[in-house]
């Protein structure tokens, strides 16, 4: 068995890989399923730490256009997460329930990637540490400063990860 299977739901395909804690749940390009989903979990996010600053329609149209990939518990089949990647394998958004963080959520995420790109990027705010930590312990190489990146002018590293490298 190759621990992927398909699934239907709502007249839309989703694969399903199967792992030992996680499984991911592949959401094709032009799709919208789970986006309120998502933008909970953006929002609560946002709440609590000032950070994922985007507003509706921006994320809407973004998650619509970009290869989703959700996390899910294998046990309890809660989605603990999830990251949005456009064709080029610039990473657009991840995201981890806040009282998943540190079960190594957001690296299976990241690892789900690397089979099908030969790059993955993704800016990254200057001010936000536990996200720069978190990258670089993946092997993301910080490739340029981009200022006044963000909306509210904010800072971003431009981040690089090759995963044929690691």
């Not at 290869?67 to 610039?90: H, L, N, P």
């Not at 959520?105 to 993955?120: F, P, R």
Request: hydrophobic share 35%; net charge negative; proline share 1%.
């Amino acid at each position: 068995m190759d621990g992927k299977r398909w699934s239907y739901r709502n007249g839309e395909v989703y694969r399903v890989t199967v792992g030992k804690n996680w499984d991911i749940l592949e959401i094709e390009p032009n799709s919208s399923s789970l986006l309120n989903e998502a933008w909970l979990l953006k929002e609560e996010i946002h709440q609590k730490e000032n950070l994922l600053k985007q507003k509706w329609g921006f994320f809407a149209q973004m998650y619509h256009n970009a290869e989703k990939m959700w996390c899910i518990d294998s046990k309890t089949r809660d989605r603990v997460g999830f990251v949005a990647v456009q064709e080029d394998g610039y990473i657009f958004f991840i995201a981890v329930d806040m009282s998943r963080r540190g079960e190594g959520v957001g690296t299976h995420l990241i690892d789900s990637l690397g089979g099908k790109y030969d790059h993955i990027s993704c800016h990254v705010r200057t001010t936000n540490i536990v996200a720069l930590d978190f990258y670089g312990k993946i092997g993301f190489k910080k490739e340029e400063l981009v200022r006044r990146y963000y909306e509210d002018r904010g800072d971003a590293f431009y981040l690089v990860y090759f995963p044929e490298l690691e």
